[in-house]
């Protein structure tokens, strides 16, 4: 996460979706998780979606909300682009 904080400016994307597995762990504190996350969060000035991995806990995701990141939960997000779509799923 560290490492992505540090070079998310070199990339050139339209939006950022972050795929799950904030943590290590499938238990404990999410704490530090959700801090790398607001982290990177304040490096991205893209809309951002989110799902949650097999790591995450139901938790996290209204701090993942605070930090204006959409949380796809069984959900489809259509992004239109001119006459193109893209289809975010979870």
Do not use: F, S
């Amino acid at each position: 996460m560290k490492l992505l904080v540090q070079i998310i400016d070199t990339l050139a994307c339209d939006i950022c979706v972050l795929t799950g597995d904030y943590r290590g762990k499938t238990y404990g504190p999410i704490e530090i998780a959700m801090e790398a996350v607001a982290n990177l969060r304040a490096k991205i000035t893209l809309p951002v979606y989110a799902v949650l991995g097999n790591h995450d806990t139901i938790e996290m995701v209204p701090r993942l909300e605070d930090m204006d990141i959409r949380v796809l939960m069984n959900q489809c997000e259509i992004l239109k682009l001119g006459d193109e779509q893209l289809y975010l799923a979870d």
